[in-house]
């Protein structure tokens, strides 16, 4: 059955970086639109970035905020997920989630059928 397993996440700096990985199973990231979500407390959850499937043309997605501070890239053949994330700022904190779905369409259209359980990030000095 198809898994997903964040890990990375903790407290960093205003300014500091972290790399969150999702572990895949169940399932080869070559044949799913892949992608990073977050949630902050009391807000609605928010798209970070994407990957189309290998079998679409695996294009990269990254939402405004995010665009030249992180970083989306795949491990197909250890089947993992990465979020390399510079430039942490004070808006980033949130449970980041990574998702999954088994489609060949851009990763923007995707239903993202499923999701791993989330990783904490803390920004504070």
């Known amino acids: 059955q198809v898994q997903l397993v964040e890990s990375g996440g903790g407290l960093v700096q205003p300014g500091g970086s972290l790399k969150l990985s999702c572990e895949a199973s169940?399932?080869?990231?070559?044949?799913?639109?892949i992608g990073w979500f977050r949630q902050a407390p009391g807000k609605e959850r928010e798209g970070v970035a994407c990957?189309?499937?290998?079998?679409?043309?695996?294009?990269?997605y990254y939402e405004g905020s995010m665009k030249g501070r992180f970083t989306i890239s795949k491990d197909n053949a250890n089947n993992r997920l990465y979020l390399q994330m510079n430039q942490l700022n004070p808006a980033d904190p949130a449970v980041y989630y990574c998702?999954?779905?088994?489609?060949?369409?851009?990763?923007?259209?995707?239903?993202?059928?499923?999701w791993g359980k989330g990783t904490l990030v803390t920004v504070s000095s």
């Open positions: 990957i189309t499937s290998t079998s679409g043309d695996g294009s990269t």
């Open positions: 169940g399932f080869t990231l070559d044949d799913y639109a």
């Open positions: 998702a999954a779905d088994n489609t060949w369409e851009h990763c923007r259209e995707a239903a993202w059928n499923y």
